[in-house]
């Protein structure tokens, strides 16, 4: 732990650099110019490009899709895979979500997590190897990729036209070091209305809800006539199931409006998916009777509240990587159709085709068709690995915690390249404020991460 007291000596740099890093807004915008993903993420790698330089290293501008800084000699590279864009800030912010605000300890701001501090806190553990003059036999380089929250052409671009380091990691997660990603997988769920009977039941005209697939939808309504009065219903359903159901009525219309608590797709059981409590009261309605009722009631026997995809044929799960997870994160229903968005994380030992085929008969049986939109194969590595027990050694000698490898829901740079692992930043036991509001990194975090890094670098490449 030799660099520990010359990075506590850079904290306050560390700081100011995570404070004016987080001054940009770097959520991927249009292509200006030769600025592929827009002005602000450019403007932010050009920031630590230059940072990167003041710090003594060695510099790269890849055709503004990434950018890289290295320090050390020799043939074999190692590598850290940040990224330097971020998603938007969302509502309900206490701070300023780009003004680096700093409040009992924390840094505040969109990117202090995920993955602006981590990206400075290896900057900083680089700049303690070059100050501390031990000698590395390998380079130590750290790869900014600049759209990871959107697409991948930037790190893919860097891949392409420049060298890939042997071994890497990825700060871009949660300590200690994980040996294993989920695999990911998109899709839609489609199923045509034809049939309607007029037999005097409640008449759903539409259910909307969610925004994207990775997240668990906070939000979804449903828009009835009412034949009878479902208020007391919907009180006892909330009182039997819980829930957090409420009702409007204009014109004749009635909106059942469902409020569910947001989390991230590789995590619903953190959330409450509204669409799912949506669905699942309507159905104790007396619905008129035809194809749309019989999704309703469709959507009962394969998914319900179950978000390990048990009634909806994928009930998968392994020792390392544990439960499948199953999030439905968008609905659009009208009169014609039914869509659903969903975004299932399956175990790494599963094969994709068995995860499917069982998805595909279950929704084939109630006249669902299944469409793959999106796909990660998953990664693993085993716990023997070189870089797991490398980094698993230098993580306990800091922390004193010696809990396993981890394995996650999660997609991270690790899967961009052979030989990458993620590895931190978010300590066990700290909340996971990545993509949520008043995302915060604490400052005693950021110097500890960094005390982490720098020793891990320096085992890779001694
Ligand atoms: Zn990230």
Redesign the pocket.
Known sequence: MIFNDRIKNMQDDMVTSLQEIIRFKSVEGKKDGDMPFGKEVHDCLIYTLNLADKLGFKTKNVDNYAGYAEIGQGDDLIGILV?LDVVPEGDGWDYDPYGGEIADGKIFGRGTL??KGPAIATLYAMKALLDEGVTLNKRVRIIFGLN??TGWAGINYYLEHEETPSLAFTP?AEFPACHGEKGITVFELKKDFKELLNDGGVEVLSITGGNAANMVPDYAEAKIIETYDIEPMINAYMKDKGGNLKLDRKDGVTTIQSTGISAHGSTPEVGENAISYLLDFVNNLDVKLGDSSSFIRGYERTIGLDYNGQRAGCGFEDEDSGKLTFNVGKIEMDKDSVKLLVNVRYPITTPLKVVEDGIKRTFKDIGMSYNLLDHMAPIYFPKDHELIVKLMKVYQEHTGDMSEPITMGGG?YARAMKNAVAFGGVFPGEPEL?HQKNEYITIDNLVKQSQIYASALYELAK
Do not use: N
């Open positions: 990224h995920d993955d990871e929250e871009d991270t990545a």
